[in-house]
């Protein structure tokens, strides 16, 4: 019995000093936090190389507005925008943070931030392909932090998605399979991994352009030069302009001399025409608003009600942009895109 306590005393010293050891050797890691990813402004993701067009659009700040979003069931029924969401993973197009439809040539880049199920994207993206041709992870990371692309076929074209965590999504379509679209560009500038590319808005002579149209809920973009038929536009304005911007920024108009005060949705509208105007500038800006005239009173301006604005036109006219203002009838202007591009829109949200 003697000996048996100091070899339980023995004992009991090693035990402690091993316990000592270890509580001196490196804690336990904790897994790794999972954090979004570092992205730009959403519109930054648009490269400038071979640009035709790009609408730049804000779905949330637009409808912000209630007044609009009755006007906006009208152009596309409300049933039309559900079947949207169910075959796109989820996405209601209303409920997007940015949106941004860029066209290139062949290739449309198409990017949405907002709050996306990445999983629901993958099986929406296969379900629109005939076949899968290749997934692979471009960024490691958890489901936040990760940029995930897939690509496939389609019918008649080329597909490509890339999933920006679950803050953005990017996809590509393009009549060329295995050619290289501004998609791989979007994901470098992601990744801050292009320096000596700038994106579409802070390259010339886009970032003129949108310096001179300043923020909007939509704008749209027309990059110079114009050749062809299109440079005989504008009354062949469109010959000497660097680039054509359009702002839509609605408002409530109130209607005084109404009895009941009528308040109706109203949309802004500003068309920026750039170039080097010059001592040119007041003539251009006369020609620049005869074209804006015809153009309301057009077919398509009738329609649209273009030819009766609630204010304006307005012409301002600097050295480097001839700038046109109107204030045009919101509902006006829905009940005529539901008859020009009824068809269209319905086989778009399909």
Same mark, same amino acid.
């Given at each position: ?116 199920? %990445? *999983?629901?994207?993958?099986? /929406?993206? !296969?379900? $629109?392909?005939?076949?899968? +041709?290749? @997934? #692979? ?101 469109? %010959? *000497?302009?660097?680039?054509? /911007?359009? !702002?839509? $920024?609605?408002?409530?108009? +109130?209607? @005084? #001399? ?93």
């Amino acid at each position: 019995m003697g000996q048996g306590r100091p070899l339980r005393g023995i004992v009991r010293i090693r035990t402690i000093s091993l316990f000592a050891l270890l509580s001196c050797g490196s804690p336990a890691q904790s897994p790794p936090v999972d954090k979004p990813i570092d992205l730009p402004a959403l519109v930054d993701l648009a490269p400038a190389a071979g640009l035709d067009s790009l609408v730049d659009a804000h779905p949330r700040e637009l409808l912000a507005h209630p007044e609009l979003l009755p006007l906006v069931f009208q152009v596309v029924p409300e049933s039309q925008i559900q079947t949207f969401e169910r075959r796109h993973g989820g996405v209601d197009p209303l409920k997007l943070d940015d949106l941004v439809v860029a066209s290139y040539g062949g290739s449309t880049l198409a990017l949405a931030s907002g709050d996306f199920d %990445r *999983a629901r994207l993958e099986r /929406a993206f !296969a379900d $629109r392909t005939t076949r899968v +041709t290749a @997934r #692979s992870v471009d960024k490691p990371g958890g489901p936040l932090s990760s940029i995930v692309r897939l690509e496939g076929d389609a019918t008649d074209e080329h597909l490509a998605i890339a999933l920006f965590g679950r803050r953005a999504v990017a996809v590509e379509t393009h009549a060329v399979p295995g050619r290289a679209g501004p998609l791989r560009a979007s994901e470098l500038f992601a990744l801050h991994k292009l320096a000596r590319a700038r994106p579409a808005l802070r390259t010339a002579p886009l970032d003129a352009a949108a310096a001179a149209l300043g923020d909007a809920p939509v704008r749209i973009f027309f990059p110079g030069p114009f050749e062809g038929e299109s440079a005989s536009g504008l009354a062949g304005l469109l %010959r *000497a302009a660097t680039a054509v /911007a359009i !702002a839509v $920024r609605p408002h409530v108009e +109130t209607d @005084r #001399s109404d009895p009941n005060d009528l308040h109706r949705a109203a949309l802004d509208v500003t068309v920026d025409l750039l170039g080097a105007w010059n001592d040119d500038a007041a003539a251009a800006g006369q020609r620049f608003a005869a074209a804006i005239e015809a153009v309301a009173r057009s077919d398509e301006g009738l329609l649209f009600g273009w030819n009766q604005p609630i204010r304006g036109p307005i012409l301002r006219v600097t050295p480097t942009v001839l700038s046109i203002y109107a204030v045009l009838d919101a509902a006006r202007m829905a009940a005529g895109a539901r008859a020009a591009t009824g068809a269209q829109i319905e086989e778009i949200m399909k």
